[in-house]
């Protein structure tokens, strides 16, 4: 028919996005994946580790890895196990390599630190634990752009904001949400957050001014969980089901809940689509958890503004999913994205590609993109400063800095209550004391010294200020 021909193909350089598993050799095999039965992703990846939540006799543990370190992992390979029951959700600081906040059934949420070489027994010792929570914390998500800002979210209906820097609590964000909180989601500067709730509601939440600026009563008038993240320019992407019980996305505009931009259906099935976004490409991943595929969607300015790009397809369905931040990415192969996709015994990495004929660095596909600096400090952001993320190029590849010690500042020592549990004793005889366990001491040694060194300082400084003070009355 004559009204065919007129149908321009839309140019997108991402219609050809195709993803393929690693070769079985770059697999991480023999990992016992958690079971709880829990919407989270399971895993959180960065440019030098893969963090897993396992299974774990009585308490909660999640595995780290040194990216390399593909194959078979080793039985004993030491876990991070602090927490009393199982850990619900974790996530890398997006400022810091090394650190990894992990949120857990037993009411709290931990911040430790992984060193650059693995050690030699479990990690015990979080850096810092945050108590605040009356139930289970099923969300955890660093800040994007604000240096040690955390947020949590239980199943009191809660959504704390911390400062892992001092441990305190900055803000509880509370009677917003009258049921249990599905996801939570920052903007690209983090100004404002979105949540989706069992109450049928997504809400647009300025934190700071502790106000819901935007709801949406049923964008989907299916029952089963809603996910919601922000997109670019302030618009917001859900998922979630019909009445029917068919799978639906949707695009919104903060700005006009009323109407969505973009709704469609696409399949009968009743996992909940994970949304992963990259911001750099304007392309939505959406992961069904114990789907086999991974759908992928590009977000344009004209109609009908989410594009269907392509599916990947597996045999085997996911647990759940990490995403690999940009600057993690090869772009020597033109990988546009990255998962790694846990199997109930093993972990395979996705990688999403663009194909191109040319060696040379694509400078279309990798715009900068977020580096590893924070634009602000805790306080500044709490004050109401906003800042978007420093960016970085790619142009020579990322090459992740060397470890950076996260330093716990307590305001007042005297009010902080002593940590629950008996206290460890570590006897140096022991036998698989090894160099590792040495230079983790001398380090710990270095860092006390230091952090006497600043207490000495500041003491001298305010005994100088109280002398100018009191001679100033006299």
């Given at each position: 028919p004559p009204?065919?021909s007129?149908?321009?193909v839309?140019q997108?350089k991402f219609?050809h ?5 690693v ?8 990992i016992r ?5 829990c919407?989270?992703s399971f895993c ?7 963090a897993i ?8 543990a999640?595995?780290v890895l040194?990216l390399?370190?593909?194959g ?5 390979h ?7 029951a ?9 400022h810091?390599d ?7 059934e037993?009411?709290?949420v931990m911040?430790?630190q992984i060193p ?15 108590e605040g929570h ?5 969300i955890?998500?660093?800040?994007p752009t ?6 949590s979210?239980?199943?009191d ?6 400062n892992v ?12 949400h009258?049921?249990?909180i ?6 690209r ?8 709730c069992k109450?049928?509601?997504v809400?647009v939440?300025d934190?700071?001014?502790?106000q819901?600026?935007?709801e949406?009563t049923?964008?989907h008038d299916?029952t ?6 922000f997109?670019a320019d302030g ?5 979630g089901?019909s009445?029917?019980?068919?799978r639906?996305l949707?695009?919104w505009?903060?700005n006009n ?5 973009a709704?469609q259906?696409?399949d ?6 994970l949304p992963?976004y990259d911001?750099?490409s304007?392309?939505v991943y959406?992961c ?6 991974i759908r992928?969607?590009?977000?344009t300015?004209e109609?009908?503004y ?6 990947y397809?597996s045999?085997e369905?996911?647990r759940g999913m990490?995403?690999m ?5 090869d ?13 109930e ?10 194909p191109?004929?040319s060696?040379l660095f694509q400078d279309?596909l990798?715009p900068d993109?977020?580096g590893?600096?924070p634009?602000?400090e805790?306080?500044?952001w709490l004050?109401?400063k906003?800042?978007?993320p ?7 590849g990322?090459v ?11 305001k007042?020592i005297l009010?902080?209550k002593?940590p629950p549990?008996p206290?460890?004793s ?5 036998s698989?004391?090894s160099?590792?366990?040495?230079d ?11 952090m006497?060194q600043a207490?000495e300082k500041?003491?001298s ?8 003070f009191t001679?100033?009355?006299?």
């Open positions: 009204a065919m007129r149908r321009v839309r997108s219609r996005v195709f993803g393929q598993p070769k079985a050799d770059q697999m991480y095999e023999d994946v958690s079971k709880v039965t919407d989270s959180a990846v960065n440019p030098k580790f893969v939540i396992v299974e774990s006799g009585g308490g909660g999640f595995i040194p390399a370190k593909t078979r992992v080793d039985k004993n030491p876990l991070v196990t602090g927490h009393t199982p850990v619900l959700d974790i996530d890398w600081c997006p810091n090394n650190v990894i906040a992990s949120a857990s037993d009411t709290t911040v430790w650059d070489y693995v050690p030699v027994r479990n990690i015990t010792e979080p850096v810092v634990t945050l009356s139930k289970r914390v099923s955890i998500s660093w800040h604000a240096r040690n800002v955390l947020l979210a239980g199943c209906n809660l959504v704390i904001l911390w820097g001092t441990g305190e609590m900055l803000l509880a964000l509370e009677d917003m009258t049921d249990l599905y996801n939570v989601g920052w903007n500067n983090g100004s404002l957050l979105v949540t989706t109450d049928k509601k809400r939440i934190p700071r001014k502790q819901i600026i935007a949406k049923k964008p299916g089963r969980p809603i996910r919601a993240i997109v618009k917001i992407f859900t998922t089901f009445k029917m019980s068919e639906q949707g695009l505009d903060l809940f009323e109407e969505p931009i709704l259906e696409m009968t099935s009743n996992g909940v689509l992963f911001a750099d304007s392309i959406l069904g958890k114990g789907d086999s595929s992928y969607f590009e977000i300015d109609a009908p989410v594009h269907y790009l392509n599916t397809s045999k369905p996911q990490g995403f931040p940009k600057r993690g990415l772009v020597s192969k033109c990988e546009i994205a990255r998962f790694f996709k846990l199997h015994r093993k972990c395979e990495p996705i990688v999403m590609t663009v191109r004929k060696d279309d990798y993109t977020p590893p600096e634009a602000l805790a306080d500044e004050s109401g906003d800042a978007e420093i960016l970085i190029s790619l142009r020579d990322y992740p800095v060397k470890n950076r010690e996260l330093k716990v500042v307590k007042n009010d902080s002593p549990g206290r460890r570590h006897s140096t005889c022991d698989d004391f160099q590792p366990g040495l983790e001491v001398l380090e710990e040694i270095r860092a006390l010294k230091e006497v207490q500041r003491i400084d305010l005994e100088n200020k109280l002398c100018q001679n100033g009355t006299d």
